[in-house]
């Protein structure tokens, strides 16, 4: 093929309202034109130090190993997994969703002695059945868990399962990749060991990053392994001779993505954690109002679904795929379908960083209306919109 027959590199423009990744915060594709810096630059490595003080505050923690992995949200897992758990050692995973599915594999892929906790894909975690799995399987290294349930929309409440997992003497793993920068995270106050997040859920950035938090609780179990991290890559002791002390070579930082998550940290703090929250909070509010009152049915568990991200089910008689395409190509807007058993019987509409707009909220419930009245639902036409718009505006 000759370069001349491959057009310009023009993708369009789409209103991201599915899974991930979300829209990007123009601020941060304006800090990727800027030049890269040798790896070793003192001007990187101060980009460097800064990118990690924008992590910890908007992680909420003062835990001096906090970086951001090279890779996506799957990078800080594993590096959580890989760096935590030696080969033969106890872990009880919470699965509930594809997330928590992938934590385990990830588990039993180093070598651990893997317990799952399970609940139906759509339904929290219970702390009692935690309980019951840590008395099970005695001396237990880690508890792992989703904090959002991107699969699922579930925001699983985190308290007590943490307090059990330390009254066990277990280090606890959070997956915080669809909540931090959108719902509340506070990683030291909880009692978080390890929690690991991705840049383009409600970050704002492009995928590429993957920050990464331990306690100092996590970092001298780190420290005192009797077996190397199998991970070469992901070793966080090597990592931190990089991003810390020694600044000595491991890889070379993609110093694009770098400069992104700063931005996009900086854009977090500027708007302010609260602010923020709150903001995603009621757009997730309005959303759910909004698709229940044009007859659908939401598909997490009441009283714990996430603002971030809501699951809906499909009607019966609706052709899932005919939907969504219509949404994309006539309407501009990506949502996803459902992943593993719920394939097929769920939509999974993000409303995640710049996306979690009161404009986004109504053009997506809008274009649902007309592609769900064109497949011969019968709804109210303009209650969907009607009723997120009262949510939005509550006087
Ligand atoms: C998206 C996601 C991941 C995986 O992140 P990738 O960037 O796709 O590797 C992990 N956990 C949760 C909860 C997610 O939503």
Redesign the pocket.
């Known amino acids: 093929m000759s370069e001349r027959s491959v057009s310009d590199l023009n993708p369009p423009p789409r209103i991201l309202l599915g899974?991930?990744p979300a829209n990007v915060h123009p601020r941060v594709y304006q800090a990727m034109m800027a030049p890269i810096l040798g790896h070793l630059d003192p001007d990187f490595l101060h980009i460097m130090d800064e990118t990690k003080d924008l992590l910890r505050a908007v992680f909420r923690t003062q835990n001096e190993e906090t970086i951001p992995v090279s890779g996506?949200?799957?990078a800080g897992?594993e590096a959580a997994i890989a760096n935590l758990l030696e080969p033969g050692e106890r872990a009880v995973i919470c699965v509930a969703g594809f997330?928590g599915d992938?934590i385990a594999e990830m588990a039993s892929r180093y070598g651990g002695e893997v317990t799952r906790v399970e609940a139906e894909w759509g339904h929290i975690i219970e702390a009692d059945a935690v309980e019951a799995a840590l008395k099970a399987a005695g001396r237990t290294k880690l508890v792992a868990i989703?904090h959002?349930?991107?699969s699922t929309g579930i925001h699983q409440p985190l308290h007590d399962i943490i307090r059990l997992a330390h009254d066990h003497d277990a280090l606890v793993v959070v997956?915080t990749?669809?909540s931090l920068g959108g719902c509340e995270v506070a990683v030291d106050d909880w009692g978080i060991d390890a929690c690991h997040s991705?840049s383009?859920?409600c970050l704002c950035c492009p995928?590429g990053m993957a920050p990464l938090t331990l306690s100092p609780n996590a970092a001298s179990v780190l420290r005192s392994r009797e077996t190397k991290v199998r991970s070469w890559y992901l070793d966080m002791t090597l990592l931190d001779n990089y991003w810390g002390g020694r600044r000595a070579y491991h890889h070379t930082a993609p110093m694009t993505m770098v400069y992104a998550l700063r931005e996009g940290l900086r854009v977090v703090l500027e708007e302010g954690l609260e602010t923020r929250i709150a903001r995603h909070q009621r757009n997730g509010q309005a959303v759910r109002a909004g698709l229940e009152a044009m007859g659908l049915t939401l598909h997490a568990q009441e009283g714990y679904r996430l603002p971030t991200l809501t699951s809906v089910r499909v009607p019966e008689g609706i052709e899932d795929l005919k939907l969504r395409r219509a949404l994309l190509y006539d309407h501009n807007i990506e949502i996803s379908g459902g992943l593993g058993p719920l394939a097929g019987k769920i939509w999974r509409v993000g409303l995640m960083g710049v996306g979690s707009s009161a404009e986004n909220v109504l053009a997506v419930l809008q274009a649902l209306e007309q592609e769900l009245a064109a497949q011969g639902f019968r709804l109210e036409k303009g209650a969907g919109v009607a009723a997120a718009d009262r949510a939005l505006s509550p006087d």
């Open positions: 899974a991930g996506t949200g799957s897992m997330f992938r989703v959002a349930e991107t997956d990749v669809t991705a383009q859920k995928p």
